[in-house]
């Protein structure tokens, strides 16, 4: 079945570290790929997206590259900040389908 | 930036009573979308609505939920006979178009607390 898989939170960082989050996926077709963020006690916002194979998704300094080869989408950022601290969703839709198929989240902590 | 809301932001209800939840979808959009989390858990599809009808739904979305768009600008989420396990967050979603790719925005969810 078509399903996404996230690294295990809470992610610790200092600020101004460097980010990567990783998520792979397993589906049956070409995907589009999501990242969404969920700040405390908010919804979800979309983060970026790509659409097909080598496309990178950018925003606020954060991007992740569509990798059909090993099937990833990992999210990174050069300098993370203390705003960033939230939780990380990693998801997919298909062409034929509807719904978005979500990862468990990862939480990002960023410390001062 | 329009956006996607929702009321409550938290509802109390007891085991058996009826909950219905509102979202009003960003106004161009034509796709509405409801998910839950339940706590601790991933955020799961329940149902996708559009031209005034369920265009597709999940194992989840039984016979105890119903979804409407009662006016041009709500949608609701009703579930007749509240059970424990539907404690969850409901996030409500919209889309300017379907299948393939095009981005769902969400609104903040209703908290829904089953006693």
């Known amino acids: 079945g078509n399903s996404v898989t996230q690294m295990e939170g809470p992610v610790t960082l200092s600020e101004e570290a460097f980010l990567t989050i990783n998520c792979t996926y397993t589906?049956?077709?070409?995907?589009?790929l999501f990242w969404y963020v969920q700040y405390p006690g908010e919804g979800l916002q979309l983060l970026l997206k790509a659409t097909k194979a080598d496309d990178k998704g950018s925003n606020k300094g954060f991007e992740a590259t569509y990798r059909k080869e090993t099937t990833s989408f990992h999210l990174e950022k050069g300098s993370v900040q203390v705003s960033d601290s939230a939780v990380y969703f990693c998801?997919?839709?298909?062409?034929?389908?509807?719904?978005?198929?979500f990862g468990t989240g990862t939480r990002l902590q960023v410390f001062p | 930036e329009p956006e996607v809301t929702q009321t409550p932001s938290h509802q109390v209800t007891q085991m058996g009573q009826e909950v219905i939840l509102r979202c009003v979808p960003i106004?161009?959009?034509?796709?509405f979308y409801w998910y839950r989390q339940i706590l601790g858990q991933k955020v799961e599809f329940l149902v996708s609505?559009?031209?005034?009808?369920?265009?597709?739904k999940s194992e989840i979305f039984d016979d105890q939920f119903s979804v409407e768009r009662p006016d041009g600008s709500n949608f609701t989420l009703k579930i007749r006979s509240t059970k424990l396990e539907d404690s969850a967050m409901y996030f409500c979603?919209?889309?300017?178009?379907?299948?393939?790719?095009?981005?769902?925005?969400f609104g903040d969810g209703t908290r829904l607390s089953i006693l």
């Open positions: 609505f559009y031209n005034n009808e369920i265009s597709e």
């Open positions: 979603a919209s889309s300017m178009e379907g299948q393939g790719g095009q981005p769902q925005h």
């Open positions: 589906a049956t077709g070409y995907p589009s």
């Open positions: 106004s161009n959009h034509l796709y």
């Open positions: 998801a997919l839709t298909l062409w034929d389908t509807d719904k978005l198929i």
